[in-house]
Antibody, heavy 116, light 108 residues
Framework: EVQLVESGGGLVKPGGSLRLSCAASGFTFSSYSMNWVRQAPGKGLEWVSSISGISSDIYYADSLKGRFTISRDNAKNSLYLQMNSLRAEDTAVYYC?????????WGQGTLVTVSS | EVVMTQSPATLSVSPGERATLSCRASQTVSSNLAWYQQKPAQAPRLLIYGASTRATGIPARFSGSGSGTEFTLTISSLQSEDFAVYYCQQYNNWPRNTFGQGTKLEIK
């Protein structure tokens, strides 16, 4: 069974940093591109970042302006999102999702709240 | 950026009736269109990909159609568990996938 479990969310002050993790199981992790998608409270879904299976291709939403860094450790079956210079508008549930096109599997999400 | 527009924003339908949800792309996305269902406090669940292919385990009452810029999700006979928010997503421009703003399907 495919499982994706996010962790690392929490309350952080504006300008602070946070590192999210996504633990994957039930499939050959290195064979799949992985993604981060976020959802602000009461809002729709927004793609954040994607990384190919061997980390050769990395992409970010233009709106992030270089503040976030995606990475993965295939030996640990884990996906990461390092978030720096956090702003109030980054407040959202962050989901990891599997897929190099549509997203066939999603984690349950981790809430990031940016507030003073 | 490909802008996805869903209509209506809210759809009120009685159980057992048919629901038709629409999604329009600002430019052609071929058949690279997916639909997701999201219930409160849950992650989205993939329903349809390739505009018309049901994902594993999705009941036959869910069907998708369309290509290019106009797409439709039809739920043939609504069950209580189908009341949720539905999102369309284009992946023709992967990885820069974009979602519609969602249609809330509520009980009439």
């Amino acid at each position: 069974e495919v499982q994706l479990v996010e962790s690392g969310g929490g309350l952080v002050k504006p300008g602070g940093s946070l590192r999210l993790s996504c633990a994957a199981s039930g499939f050959t992790f290195s064979s799949y591109s992985m993604n981060w998608v976020r959802q602000a409270p009461g809002k729709g879904l927004e793609w954040v970042s994607s990384i190919s299976g061997i980390s050769s291709d990395i992409y970010y939403a233009d709106s992030l302006k270089g503040r976030f860094t995606i990475s993965r450790d295939n030996a640990k079956n884990s996906l990461y999102l390092q978030m720096n210079s956090l702003r109030a508008e980054d407040t959202a549930v962050y989901y990891c999702a599997r897929g190099g096109s549509y997203y066939g599997y999603w984690g349950q999400g981790t809430l990031v709240t940016v507030s003073s | 950026e490909v802008v996805m527009t869903q209509s209506p924003a809210t759809l009120s339908v009685s159980p057992g009736e048919r629901a038709t949800l629409s999604c329009r792309a600002s430019q052609t996305v071929s058949s690279n269109l997916a639909w997701y269902q999201q219930k409160p406090a849950q992650a989205p669940r993939l329903l349809i990909y390739g505009a018309s292919t049901r994902a594993t385990g999705i009941p036959a009452r869910f069907s998708g159609s369309g290509s290019g810029t106009e797409f439709t999700l039809t739920i043939s006979s609504l069950q209580s568990e189908d009341f949720a928010v539905y999102y369309c997503q284009q992946y023709n421009n992967w990885p820069r996938n974009t979602f519609g703003q969602g249609t809330k399907l509520e009980i009439k």
